[in-house]
């Protein structure tokens, strides 16, 4: 749930808390025009160290600026997809072995809620 707003150039919004906004109340530039981006980078480009901005081009979601500290913390939660043939015959057999913690059984109510 967010909270918006509209100034002459650009819309702005004020997002609940979150990791990267630890204050509930920064209000942040949801999207500026490429001809804005081009016309004022350096600005826009400080705007975006501290919230992503969306970029439009002709008015539709084009591109989005965003920190590189922004950018790592994204590309960190990235995950790889294995097939079956990437296991070996060993970790297949381990995987079999393998028996959930105690503490696991404290999800079983989710599977018979379905």
Do not use: C
């Not at 008015?59 to 994204?74: I, K, N, P, T």
């Not at 790889?80 to 999800?107: C, K, M, N």
């Amino acid at each position: 749930m967010f909270a918006a707003a509209r100034t002459a150039d650009m819309h702005l919004a004020i997002y609940p808390e979150t990791p990267y906004f630890p204050d509930r109340r920064i209000a942040m530039p949801q999207s500026v025009s490429s001809v804005e981006v081009s016309k004022s980078f350096g600005r826009i480009s400080r705007r975006a160290l501290e919230a992503p901005l969306t970029i439009t081009h002709h008015g539709h979601d084009s591109l989005v600026l965003m920190s590189h500290a922004e950018y790592q913390r994204l590309k960190s939660r990235d995950r790889e997809v294995l097939a079956l043939g990437d296991f070996t015959e060993e970790d297949r057999a381990a995987i079999a072995a393998s028996r959930a913690t105690a503490e696991a059984a404290d999800f079983d109510d989710e599977l018979r809620h379905n």
